[in-house]
């Protein structure tokens, strides 16, 4: 066993859910802020930012992104990864994947309906959205996915591009919804936390101890 392996192994009974617990408190306290407030202070100047240094180039990088990372693509790469452990007799990891990929995008609705926070208006967007903003859908679901990846990515020894990859995409398309001006900062950070707290609550609770199963 690797000295990383044996830290993570000690480290991991407490780290696990203080993460839940900081990603969760996180979500709501944007939530409350938006609910009570209408949002937070650096909502619009970040927005404004973005917006004064948009370029053609980044437009359809924006554009790219946002198809990329909408629902059905997400939803279409879930079920291939389900499938694929499906194909190699892994059904436990298999429904856990699916839950926690799943539940989270059905989590993301149970919150816009409930907070119902209209799109921000500062301009005329080239991609309008019309649903509630908060919290934003694309940032959800490419964060679980990028989550529930990681996961499985360490358990199946899988290239450690992954690790990369999957979370830097996570960060463009959520950094797409802003600069397209169909969401706020707050809608984007809330999507993450929101998305990480589940996976790892999920992660957690299905799986024997993840310290035990790291020791492998």
Do not use: C
């Not at 408190?25 to 909502?43: C, E």
């Not at 437009?59 to 790469?77: C, E, H, S, Y």
């Not at 990864?81 to 149970?110: D, H, N, P």
Request: no cysteine; aromatic share 12%.
């Amino acid at each position: 066993m690797s000295v990383l392996r044996q830290r993570l192994r000690l480290a991991l009974p407490w780290v696990q859910p203080l993460a839940v617990g900081v990603a969760w408190a996180t979500t709501s306290w944007l939530a409350t802020a938006v609910v009570q407030r209408g949002g937070l202070p650096w909502d619009v100047p970040l927005l404004n930012y973005w917006h004064r240094h948009a370029t053609p180039a980044l437009d359809k990088l924006a554009i790219f992104l946002t198809i990329t990372g909408n629902t059905w693509p997400m939803v279409g790469t879930g079920l291939l990864v389900a499938g694929w452990l499906l194909a190699r007799r892994q059904r436990q990891e298999a429904w856990v994947f699916a839950l926690s990929v799943g539940g989270s995008m059905l989590l993301t609705q149970v919150i816009k309906a409930l907070v119902a926070r209209p799109r921000p208006v500062l301009w005329t967007s080239i991609r309008p959205e019309h649903t509630f903003s908060f919290p934003s859908g694309h940032a959800m679901d490419t964060a679980a996915i990028a989550t529930a990846l990681g996961f499985l990515a360490w358990r199946y020894r899988a290239h450690r591009l992954t690790w990369l990859l999957a979370p830097l995409f996570a960060l463009g398309v959520g950094w797409a919804r802003m600069y397209l001006g169909v969401h706020n900062p707050s809608d984007v950070l809330a999507g993450w936390t929101a998305a990480v707290g589940w996976v790892l609550l999920v992660q957690g609770m299905a799986n024997r101890p993840l310290w035990d199963r790291l020791a492998y």
